[in-house]
């Protein structure tokens, strides 16, 4: 299984890198939150006196001590980037199926397995590319993601730690159900319905704090949340003290947990799905 699982995900992995302009929307997005969004819905922008003095003050106390509103957002548009690639990263497999090519693989001797893991795993490896293209940009742009001091390689391992778990979680369902619809017209309409609640209601943009009762506890289920709230710990303060280091395990173990749990569903449905027609 492990070398059709690899074969299969250097196809994937092959026609994208082939194909540079597939990578420019991921790309296109990330700045369009970081420089657009994060200036002109920047909070600092409503309090007399800008981004200076009390404005700064009242803005890392309400974000977490964010030196800046893009050091807040930027966790959260990197989330986005992994929720709206994974959704749609399916699309790939829904064009393999009505071009015959899945139909192809499944009357042949490959475990159904490799099938789905390797849709798994080039969706995950593209969005970690562009993860990484969006930290770099937080970090280049002007008045954006500030690190502190104490912030190291480690530091950086966690971040990404946090979002690869809520990648895998993604990618498991969303393959599942790229597998399982019949026409890129139904990924779509589902994926379209299912990815903007996912993405408002987190905290990627503002804290739950900020949400009425009724939303803020749908936020702090979100795993978006989760991942959100284990990178910015990181982000925003580096070391981190013990009750901070206590919240970062109990939203890894969130996200391990929310991994392992659509793993399980997601390849349950992709084997009643791989099935040749």
Do not use: H
Request: charged fraction near 10%; glycine fraction near 8%; include cysteine.
């Amino acid at each position: 299984m492990f070398r059709e699982t690899v074969a299969l995900t250097l196809r994937a992995l092959r026609k994208w890198v082939r194909n540079p302009a597939s990578i420019m929307p991921g790309l296109a997005t990330s700045l369009f939150y970081l420089i657009l969004f994060g200036n002109s819905f920047n909070p600092a922008n409503l309090i007399p006196g800008g981004a200076g003095g009390g404005a700064s003050y009242i803005l890392q106390a309400a974000f977490g001590g964010a030196p800046t509103y893009i050091t807040y957002l930027a966790s959260g548009v990197i989330c986005i980037i992994f929720v709206f690639n994974m959704a749609f990263g399916g699309i790939d497999l829904v064009l393999d199926r009505q071009l015959g090519y899945l139909n192809s693989l499944l009357t042949s001797p490959i475990p159904r397995a490799a099938i789905f893991v390797s849709g798994v795993a080039q969706n995950l490896v593209k969005v970690l590319v562009l993860g990484v293209l969006t930290f770099i940009v937080a970090l280049v742009i002007p008045n954006g993601l500030q690190l502190p001091s104490s912030f190291n390689a480690l530091d950086l391992l966690g971040v990404f730690g946090a979002f690869i778990f809520l990648g895998l979680g993604l990618s498991f369902i969303f393959t599942a159900l790229a597998l399982s619809v019949r026409s890129i017209d139904s990924l779509v309409a589902i994926v379209n319905f299912l990815t903007l609640p996912v993405m408002f209601m987190s905290n990627a943009f503002f804290p739950p704090s900020s949400f009425p009762d009724w939303l803020k506890t749908i936020a702090n289920l979100n795993p978006v949340t989760k991942a959100n709230e284990a990178a910015r710990l990181l982000l925003i303060n580096g070391s981190l003290s013990s009750a901070q280091a206590t919240t970062y395990m109990w939203d890894m173990v969130y996200l391990v947990a929310f991994a392992v749990v659509l793993g399980v569903l997601g390849y349950l449905a992709a084997r009643r799905a791989l099935r040749p027609e």
